[in-house]
């Protein structure tokens, strides 16, 4: 059975959006009771940590963008500063709503990086910006400011919440319910992708609802490609802190038997989990040479970013050869 009415309501799980039923385990919305708040994967999510891989392309990402451009209502757009897509300013070209830029997971970048200037980084991306702001979800930092924003902003009490899947939108929604709600929901949060299934209406109070949004998946993000012992070393809890090499001559770099990356005659440092290892070597080696290999030419001042596991900033231009499969892997102007 689908459950479609509950007492009015849209019988939909609480945790992820996903319409509850009892017919069937392997679907999504799978519940052994069809009065329950959460589905089946949510409840095993929250109490055991236990995650059930749900099948998801951007199909149903994009037709939720364009209903949110239909109306004039406010999107918070959620980017995690630690993973940015080179692909975020494909959000732009559908969504024309007026939107606050949103970075989160401030605590996981080095307390000498000012957040002007993490701002600055935004302003070549061809996005609706009316106001952007920095929050971690985990230290509840410059979340007033957010609450002051939204309220001054807003043209209903609906405020759409969208961006890449594992940007930290739930996590920031339930942060927002602790704080300034007495409601008890709590969305269903985890490091692994399509956490979220459906639109999710959260009522904040009488004048604000927040409507979290599936996230938008990247193709090219190594969290696609990894198991989950290997999520768990990459994914950081905690400040980085960056390392940095003087590289003379060339050498190797093997990270955490994940990638390669051999560069010469450069500084360079390594934005990463601490719980990564990084080998260097000096002489030359077979490993990862059945892996694909791109090479690029790094000008001085310049991030190469391994998505989702990273990136280097090299200080100086210098040749570099990549050794990773399937993972998006390209330059941009450095980050910090």
Do not use: W
């Not at 010469?264 to 059945?290: G, M, P």
């Not at 190469?304 to 399937?326: A, H, P, S």
Request: one cysteine or more.
């Amino acid at each position: 059975m689908i459950c479609s009415q509950r007492e009015g309501i849209m019988c939909k799980c609480l945790g992820c959006g996903a319409i509850l039923q009892d017919a069937d385990d392997s679907k999504i919305g799978y519940t052994k009771n069809i009065n329950s708040d959460l589905c089946e994967r949510c409840f095993r999510i929250r109490h055991y940590n236990e995650y059930k891989f749900v099948s998801a392309d951007n199909g149903e990402f994009i037709k939720n963008l364009e209903k949110i451009s239909k109306t004039d209502d406010l999107v918070l757009l959620v980017v995690d500063l630690f993973n940015i897509s080179k692909c975020l300013s494909d959000i732009g070209k559908i969504l024309k709503n007026k939107i606050i830029l949103v970075l989160t997971k401030r605590d996981l970048l080095p307390k000498s990086c000012y957040d002007k200037n993490l701002i600055s980084f935004f302003d070549d991306y061809n996005l609706n910006i009316i106001d952007s702001i920095i929050i971690s979800s985990k230290k509840n930092y410059n979340f007033d400011d957010l609450y002051n924003k939204i309220n001054k902003y807003k043209t209903s009490k609906n405020v759409y919440i969208v961006g890449y899947s594992n940007s930290g939108k739930s996590t920031m929604i339930n942060k927002f319910l602790y704080n300034y709600s007495d409601s008890i929901q709590s969305i269903t949060t985890s490091n692994l992708p399509s956490t979220t299934i459906d639109l999710i209406n959260i009522k904040v109070n009488n004048s604000l609802t927040l409507i979290d949004t599936p996230g938008l998946i990247d193709k090219g993000d190594i969290i696609n490609y990894i198991d989950s012992s290997t999520l768990k070393k990459i994914i950081p809890n905690k400040e980085i802190k960056p390392l940095t090499y003087q590289v003379k001559n060339s050498q190797i770099f093997i990270i955490d038997n994940i990638c390669r990356v051999d560069a010469s005659n450069t500084n360079l440092t390594f934005y990463v989990s601490n719980s990564l290892n990084i080998q260097r070597i000096y002489k030359d080696t077979d490993k990862f040479r059945e892996c694909e290999k791109r090479t690029f030419n790094v000008k001085a001042h310049c991030d190469i970013v391994i998505q989702g596991l990273g990136f280097i900033n090299f200080k100086k231009e210098c040749n570099v050869d990549i050794y990773i499969n399937d993972v998006s892997v390209f330059i941009r102007k450095e980050l910090v």
